[in-house]
């Protein structure tokens, strides 16, 4: 009974210590941030699905610039949760570590998706059996590689053959696939088979099955896919769902534990 009326009466000393004119006033704060916030991920999602059509979008001025906007919010909320969470205690401390996570684990996504858009590269590779390339054309004008890509071997599978009036007829191509191997100061150090589906990453580039010719089958192209970005992504996404459970799990589960420990 002493612990309740502790409880209740630091409570009231809390109200009375703030009055209801500011906490009005932070409640009216509040909204405007969130409705702030808001606006800018409709603006960002409305943008993203015009980028499935017109992929300029995603490199414009005003969409890089909405999310720099994004991510200076999400840096005042940031810095505004970790004085909240020095602040705190409790199960509430667990929620505000929770929400300080979430807030972070959205800032490293943005940073990955910034350095794909400065430093990311994509463009294709084109050879025949035998051959070795040191760079291929980007999205920004050629690129050079930090080693060779030679093509070992290409290998096609074909549907069963199918009877016609005019007779049997070269089955359909299944699947194709590419053996490629890497050299370096002239040493071969990795050899590895590609296929749709199946990439292959070595050195930060990322080599994906893209085509062939069924006239010539010994030819190829390769995507080739630069991103230094995916490690502060899924960095991001592991937080985010780390932080969520802080916040909707950790936290409530410890809040109810701690009122059974004061009930009377």
């Keep these: 009974m002493d612990n309740q009326a502790n409880t209740n009466d630091g409570a009231w000393r809390r109200r009375a210590a703030f009055p209801a004119c500011q906490l009005e006033d932070v409640q009216a704060h509040g909204g405007r941030r969130f409705v702030f916030v808001l606006v800018i991920v409709l ?14 979008i995603f490199v414009s ?30 199960p509430e401390r667990v929620r505000v570590f929770g929400l300080l996570c979430t807030h972070v684990s ?12 400065v430093w990311g590269e994509n463009g294709h590779i084109a050879f025949r059996v035998g051959e070795a390339v040191t760079g291929f054309v980007g999205s920004r004008g050629p690129v050079t590689l930090p080693f060779a890509v030679g093509l070992v071997a290409f290998d096609v599978q074909r549907y069963p053959p199918t009877e016609s009036a005019s007779g049997f007829q070269t089955g359909a191509i299944k699947a194709y696939r590419s053996t490629l191997q890497i050299q370096e100061n002239g040493k071969i150090v990795c050899k590895k088979t590609v296929a749709v589906n199946a990439p292959f990453s070595y050195g930060g580039y990322s080599f994906y099955q893209a085509g062939c010719n069924p ?16 490690p502060f992504v899924f960095s991001g996404f592991a937080l985010i769902i780390f932080g969520l459970m802080l916040v909707f799990w950790i936290a409530p589960m410890a809040g109810g534990r701690e009122k059974r420990n004061i009930a009377p």
């Excluded at 603006?43 to 300029?56: D, E, H, K, Y």
């Design 215 to 230: 006239d010539d089958l010994d030819w190829t192209s390769l995507q080739v896919v630069r991103d230094p970005g995916i």
């Design 106 to 117: 959205l800032l490293l996504v943005l940073v990955g998706g910034g350095m794909r858009a």
């Design 43 to 56: 603006l960002i999602a409305v943008a993203c699905m015009g980028g499935t059509r017109f992929p300029r």
């Design 61 to 90: 001025w005003w969409f890089v610039s909405v999310l720099g906007v994004l991510a200076l919010s999400l840096v005042a909320c940031t810095v505004y949760r970790f004085r909240a969470f020095g602040r705190s205690g409790g």
